[in-house]
């Protein structure tokens, strides 16, 4: 090999270095993916505005009893997350409603919500957490209560149900 003939691959090594650096400029400056540039619509979802017949089909539930469970279920308002997470109380019930009503993927009901799918999902744990908390007596089996009562259960539904056929 002569000193041209090296003086020309060295010159070829260094263009494919420059030709991978370049390439790494490129992909380490182009645009974010779809999923890492996810935009939120700026607006928040009015429930109050809602129709009720629209409610019902988002929420199975009208918007005069959407603010009758927040008062029940004892949902303050607002509602912040241990994130720290703003939301009215009467959002966040219809956070939790949606997503049981109808369980799609939380980039889903970020435009339904105007809200970014990670506050949906701190949201709606909040939510079922508190609801747990709060509730927990009732949402347990008692098994106490159903042992001591077992019988009495029976002989109720054999009562009301004269051809209640067992085992099906």
């Known amino acids: 090999m002569d000193d041209e003939d090296t003086l020309a691959l060295v010159q070829t090594v260094q263009e494919e270095e420059i030709a991978t650096i370049i390439l790494f400029e490129l992909v380490l400056s182009a645009p974010l993916s779809y999923r890492d540039r ?73 435009a339904m919500f105007g809200r970014a799918p990670s506050t949906l999902c701190q949201i709606f744990y909040f939510v079922v957490e508190h609801l747990d908390k709060t509730f927990a007596d009732l949402l347990y089996f008692d098994s106490d209560r159903i042992t001591k009562n077992l019988d009495r259960y029976c002989r109720a539904i054999a009562a009301k149900t004269p051809n209640y056929i067992e085992g099906v």
């Open 38 to 110: 996810l935009l939120v619509p700026d607006f928040r979802l009015d429930i109050l505005a809602m129709p009720d017949q629209e409610a019902k089909d988002q929420f199975r539930f009208i918007i005069c009893n959407l603010q009758n469970l927040v008062e029940h279920l004892k949902i303050l308002d607002p509602v912040i997350t241990k994130e720290g997470v703003r939301a009215t109380a009467l959002e966040a019930l219809a956070i939790c409603l949606r997503r049981m009503v109808y369980p799609q993927r939380w980039i889903d009901m970020a």
